[in-house]
Nanobody, 116 residues
Framework: QVQFVESGGGLVQPGGSLRLSCAASGSFFSIFGMGWYRQAPGSGKQREVVARIFSSGSTLYADSVKGRFTISRDNAKKTLYLEMSSLKPEDTAVYYC????????WGQGTQVTVSS
């Protein structure tokens, strides 16, 4: 069973930067696509995919974060990263990592709050 542990969130001012990390368990991390997802506060808000990285290293980003976020992976460390810059208040959310397509079990996520 694969488990994900996210870290690196916090409170940051608009325009600031953060780096999120996700430690994954399991033996086959390198062969799977991975993604960062987020769920904004408020009832009815669904979890959305923010960025994806495939086993080839190719990446895809949501339009809302393109040019500001960078996803990367270290297969030897079984760790996924998300570099976030030029953060906006609308980036405020709990951020999760998971495989892409997703597995049913999610980690606890890491809270990112962008506010002055």
């Amino acid at each position: 069973q694969v488990q994900f542990v996210e870290s690196g969130g916090g409170l940051v001012q608009p325009g600031g930067s953060l780096r999120l990390s996700c430690a994954a368990s399991g033996s086959f991390f390198s062969i799977f696509g991975m993604g960062w997802y987020r769920q904004a506060p408020g009832s009815g808000k669904q979890r959305e995919v923010v960025a994806r990285i495939f086993s080839s290293g190719s990446t895809l980003y949501a339009d809302s974060v393109k040019g500001r976020f960078t996803i990367s992976r270290d297969n030897a460390k079984k760790t996924l990263y998300l570099e976030m810059s030029s953060l906006k208040p609308e980036d405020t959310a709990v951020y999760y990592c998971n495989q892409y397509p997703t597995l049913p079990d999610w980690g606890q996520g890491t809270q990112v709050t962008v506010s002055s």
